[in-house]
C-alpha cells in the first residue's frame, strides 16, 4: 500500500442507498495525490454516485470519505477543496466565458486585478484566446467544455473530480481532447478523480483505473495490470475485448497447465494450481491464433463463421463446435480463410490469463445466498436484524 | 373534384365559427369604441356624428393627469409587493417535492374557480366595521373601536394583490422550475453560499419569469374597476373607475372611449416588451 502522507482522498466502507437499494457497496478506495485515477464502469455501476459522494452532493449512507485526512461528512460542497467539472458542462447561461471562469475566485474574495490575471492565464491554458466575451450559448461542445475544465481549475483545487466530461463530443474531438486533459493534469500536477464508461479512454489517460460494477469495486491497478491481469471475469470482459472460456485442469506440468475444455484441449501457463480444478480462462482476441494443422497441445476447432473489416485488422468470428463464438484479430497480410472453412484456435501459453476460479465462483454464490437468508429473516423478525445482515 | 371543393370548405367550417365569433365580439366592438372616441358627445348621453379631438384632449387636463398617476400608483405598489410575495412563494413551490407540488399548484389555481368579484366580497365581510375582523379583535379586548379597515387605500391594495398573485406567481414558477439544477450545483461546488447562489445565478435566470409575472399583474391591474369600487368605496378615482363612469354615469362616451384606448396602447406596448424580452429568454 501506498504511504499515507500521499492518500489525498480516503473511502473508507462507503456506501449509498437510495429507496432501499444499495448502489454503491463497500467501497474502499485511496486516490494519490497527483495521480490520474478513473473509475470505469458500466452505467448504474456505482461510479457517477461516488464522484458525487466525494463532491458533497450527496451524502454517504455509510462509511467515510476522508479529504487530505479530514473527515468530509460535514462539510457542503461550497465547502470542499474540490471541484467538479460536469457531464453537462452547466455553464451559467448568463454569463460570458470571462465571467463563468472567474465565478469560483469572486466566491473567494480574491482582488480583482488577481482575477483579471488568473482568469486571463486560465484561458491561455485551456486555448480560448478571443472567445472572453461569448456566451455558452454561442459556442460549441467542445469550448463549452474548455470553459468547464477552466472554471474548475482556477480555484487550484487539492482535487478534480470530472463526470465523463467528454460524453458529449464526438470521436475526434473526444482524442485530442483526452490527450489535452492529459497534459493539463501532468502540468499542474492536481489529482484527477475521472469517470467514464469507455475502457479505452480509461486507458489512455489513467494511471490507475478502477472498475466498478453493479456498486463494487472490482480491481484497481495500472492500465497494464487491469488490461493485461484482469482479476475477475466481468474486469477482462468489459475492459478490451476478451473470450472468455471455462475449463478444468488435466494435468500439471511445473507452470504449465494441460487444460480440457468443452470444445478442446489446450495449453496455458499459470503457477500455483492443481489437477482438475475448474478455472475461467480469458484471451484477448489479438491473442488468438488459427491454423489449418493441429498444433501440439491444442485441439479446440471451429469454423470460420464470418470476418469483418475493422481499418487496422480483421476481426474473425469463429465458432467452436460446442456453439461458442471466439472473435480473433489478425492482420489483413496474414493467411485468409474461407468462411466455412474449419480450422485450429491456439494461443501462446502465457497469453491466456486465469480470470476466475470456479472455487470463487461457488464461494460467491453461497455468499450470496447466505446474505438473501439473512435478509429474509431479518424481515422476518426485527429491523435491526436486517442491518446487522448487511454488515456480514 | 369532390376532393377539391372539400379541401376548400374543410377550412372554412373549421375555422369559420370562431372567426365570425372574433368579428362579431372583439373587431366590431374595438372599432365602435376606436370611432366613438373621435366623435362629439351631445347633451343627452349619446354622441352626435361629428369628428372631435375633444376627449384626447381632455386627457391632458390636471385633475385627469391626476387619475393617472394614481392608477400608475396602485398598479406598480401592487407588481411590487406581488413580486415580494410571488417570489419565494413561487421558488418553495418549485423546490417542494414531486408529491406536493401538483396539490399547491392545484392550491393557486383554486380561486379561478370562484368569482373574482364574488372572492372581494368575502374580503368585504372579513374587513368591514362589524366584520370577522373587528369583531374577534374588540372580543379580544385589542381594540374598543372597530378598525376602519375597509374603504381605505390599503383596503384595494390588499384586494388588487389577492387578485392578481396568481398571475405573479405563475411565470416565475414556471422558469424556477426549469432551471437546470446542475447549475445551483455547480455554483455551491464553485464555492457560493445558499444567498450567493440565489443573488448570482438563480435570479439571473429567472429574470425572464419575474418579468413575465410583472407584466401580467401590471397590466390587469390598471383596468380593474371593481376592486377599487368594493374595497375603496370609490374614495380614490383610477382609470378603471374612470372609464366605467363615463360610460355609466356621467356618459361621456367619447371620454370613456378615449381612454380605453389609452390603455389598450399602454398594454400593446407592454406586451411588446414582453416578447422582446421573451425571444431573449431563449436565447439564453
Redesign the interface.
Known amino acids: 500500500m501506498s504511504n499515507v502522507k500521499d492518500v489525498i482522498v480516503k473511502l473508507t466502507d462507503v456506501e449509498k442507498e437510495f429507496d432501499g437499494v444499495k448502489v454503491v457497496k463497500k467501497l474502499n478506495l485511496e486516490v494519490r495525490k497527483g495521480e490520474f485515477l478513473t473509475l470505469l464502469g458500466p452505467s448504474g455501476c456505482g461510479k457517477t454516485t461516488t464522484l458525487r459522494m466525494i463532491?458533497?452532493?450527496s451524502n454517504v449512507t455509510s462509511g467515510e470519505i476522508e479529504l487530505e485526512g479530514r473527515n468530509v461528512a460535514d462539510l457542503?460542497?461550497?465547502e470542499r477543496d474540490?471541484?467538479?467539472v460536469?457531464q453537462?458542462y452547466?455553464?451559467?447561461?448568463?454569463m460570458n466565458v470571462e465571467d463563468n471562469i472567474a465565478?469560483?475566485l469572486v466566491?473567494?474574495k480574491v482582488p480583482k486585478a488577481e482575477i483579471k490575471e488568473r482568469v486571463a492565464e486560465m484561458i491561455k491554458l485551456v486555448q480560448l484566446e478571443g472567445l472572453e466575451k461569448r456566451?455558452p450559448?454561442q459556442m460549441s461542445g467542445g469550448q463549452k467544455q474548455r470553459v468547464a475544465i477552466a472554471?474548475?481549475l482556477i480555484?487550484r483545487p487539492k482535487v478534480l473530480l470530472l463526470d465523463e466530461p467528454l460524453g458529449a463530443l464526438d470521436l475526434k474531438l473526444r482524442k485530442q481532447m483526452q490527450l489535452e486533459l492529459k497534459h493539463l493534469q501532468q502540468k499542474l500536477g492536481i489529482t484527477f478523480i475521472y469517470v467514464t464508461h469507455d475502457q479505452e479512454e480509461a486507458l489512455t489517460m489513467s494511471d490507475r483505473i478502477a472498475v466498478m460494477n453493479d456498486g463494487v469495486m472490482e480491481q484497481i491497478g495500472t492500465p497494464d495490470e487491469v488490461y493485461n491481469r484482469p482479476k475477475t471475469k466481468f474486469v477482462a470482459g468489459f475492459v478490451g475485448e476478451s473470450n472468455i472460456l471455462e475449463s478444468y485442469v488435466t494435468q500439471v506440468d511445473e507452470d504449465l497447465l494441460h487444460i480440457s475444455l468443452e470444445s478442446g484441449k489446450a495449453l496455458l501457463h499459470a503457477p500455483g494450481f492443481k489437477n482438475e480444478e475448474m478455472i475461467y480462462i480469458c484471451v484477448r482476441p489479438e491473442n488468438l491464433l488459427l491454423s489449418e494443422t493441429k498444433k501440439e497441445h491444442f485441439s479446440i476447432r471451429g469454423r470460420i463463421v464470418e470476418h469483418v473489416f475493422a481499418g487496422s485488422v480483421i476481426k474473425t468470428v469463429v465458432e467452436l463446435i460446442n456453439g461458442q463464438k471466439l472473435r480473433v484479430a489478425r492482420h489483413p497480410n496474414e493467411e485468409e480463410f474461407e468462411v466455412g472453412t474449419y480450422v485450429y484456435v491456439y494461443w501462446h501459453p502465457k497469453k491466456a490469463i486465469i480470470v476466475h476460479t470456479v472455487e470463487e465462483q461457488i464461494y460467491n454464490v453461497i455468499e450470496g445466498t447466505t446474505n438473501r437468508i439473512y435478509e429474509q429473516l431479518g424481515e422476518k423478525y426485527s429491523p435491526s436484524a436486517r442491518e446487522d445482515s448487511h454488515d456480514q | 373534384m369532390i376532393n377539391k371543393i372539400k379541401n376548400k370548405v374543410t377550412p372554412v367550417v373549421m375555422i369559420g365559427p370562431a372567426t365570425f365569433w372574433l368579428i362579431l365580439f372583439l373587431l366590431i366592438p374595438l372599432f365602435l369604441v376606436i370611432g366613438i372616441s373621435f366623435l362629439q358627445r351631445n347633451g343627452y348621453g349619446g354622441v352626435d356624428m361629428v369628428f372631435s379631438l375633444q376627449a384626447y384632449f381632455d386627457m391632458l387636463t390636471p385633475e385627469y393627469l391626476k387619475i393617472f398617476i394614481a392608477s400608475f400608483r396602485l398598479s406598480v405598489a401592487t407588481t411590487v409587493i406581488c413580486l415580494l410575495i410571488g417570489y419565494p412563494f413561487a421558488y418553495v413551490i418549485a423546490h417542494s417535492s414531486e408529491k406536493a407540488k401538483p396539490f399547491l399548484v392545484l392550491l393557486l389555481m383554486l380561486p379561478f374557480w370562484i368569482n373574482s368579484m364574488i372572492r372581494i366580497y368575502g374580503w368585504n365581510t372579513l374587513l368591514r366595521s362589524s366584520g370577522i375582523i373587528n369583531n374577534v379583535l374588540i372580543s379580544l379586548g385589542v381594540v374598543d373601536v372597530p378598525l376602519e379597515m375597509l374603504y381605505t387605500d390599503g383596503a384595494v391594495l390588499l384586494g388588487m394583490v389577492y387578485d392578481l398573485l396568481p398571475f405573479t406567481v405563475l411565470p416565475i414558477y414556471t422558469s424556477i422550475e426549469k432551471l437546470?439544477p446542475?447549475?445551483l450545483?455547480?455554483?455551491?461546488?464553485?464555492?457560493?453560499?445558499k444567498l450567493?447562489r440565489l443573488v448570482?445565478?438563480v435570479l439571473?435566470?429567472t429574470m425572464p419569469g419575474i418579468f413575465a409575472g410583472s407584466i401580467q399583474t401590471f397590466i390587469p391591474s390598471l383596468g380593474l374597476f371593481y376592486i377599487s369600487d368594493m374595497m375603496g368605496g370609490a374614495k380614490t378615482m383610477y382609470v378603471g373607475n374612470l372609464i366605467k363612469n363615463q360610460f355609466m354615469s356621467a356618459r361621456n362616451w367619447p371620454m370613456g372611449a378615449a381612454l380605453a384606448i389609452l390603455l389598450i396602447v399602454i398594454t400593446l406596448v407592454l406586451m411588446r416588451l414582453y416578447t422582446k424580452v421573451g425571444s431573449l429568454d431563449d436565447?439564453?
Request: hydrophobic residues 45%; aromatic residues 10%; proline residues 7%.
Open positions: 463532491a458533497g452532493f457542503k460542497p461550497n474540490v471541484n467538479t460536469f453537462s452547466a455553464l451559467f447561461p448568463h465565478f469560483g466566491e473567494k456566451r450559448a472554471r474548475a480555484n | 437546470d446542475t447549475l450545483e455547480a455554483a455551491s461546488d464553485l464555492g457560493a453560499t450567493h448570482r445565478v439571473p435566470l436565447m439564453v
